[in-house]
């Protein structure tokens, strides 16, 4: 079950880059076993500076078809790390790839937030988009901790 974070904006090297990259292939090892993975990021970049409907068009292309749209978003459900595992596990029973979907400094256009049949808020504050990439990057791999019931996770 592939697993796409779709994201506006490059991240240049650096500590953010590292934790993602360290999270998601932690997750590709654990999750091999359980069916879950492989993980990677597509990132797309609005180089002409035309804004969020520009982004949501790059966005669109860059979401592989038929994959569950997740998007990240301050005014999303507030989800446990339990429930969010849960929650990837029966996308996984159902065969179904996931894509998760990161904004810019504007957030997500309207009309790709209508077509996710999920979105998550990290809060109700809002976070620089690479901080949001690397708490999803956690969470992902928390999950897949869960789903193979290892003592990562303790509420
Ligand atoms: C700087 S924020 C944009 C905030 C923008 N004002 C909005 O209305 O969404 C950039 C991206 O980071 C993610 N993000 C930031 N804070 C978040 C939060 N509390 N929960 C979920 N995602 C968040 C979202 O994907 C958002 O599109």
Known sequence: MKITICAVGRLRKGPEREL?????????KTGRAYGLG????VEVEDKKGLGQGAEAELLARAIPDSSVIV??????SLISSPDF???????RDGARDITFVIGGADGIEPGLRD??????SLGKMVWPHMLARVMLAEQIYRAGQI???TPYHRA
Not at 20 to 28: A, G, N, V
Not at 38 to 41: D, G, R
Not at 71 to 76: K, N, P, V
């Open 20 to 28: 993602i990259d360290d999270y998601l292939s932690r997750f590709e």
């Open 38 to 41: 492989p993980a990677s990021i």
């Open 71 to 76: 998007t990240l978003d301050e005014r999303g």
């Open 85 to 91: 595992a849960r929650k990837i596990e029966g996308w």
């Open 115 to 120: 077509r996710a049949e999920f979105s998550i």
């Open 147 to 149: 789903i193979a019931g």
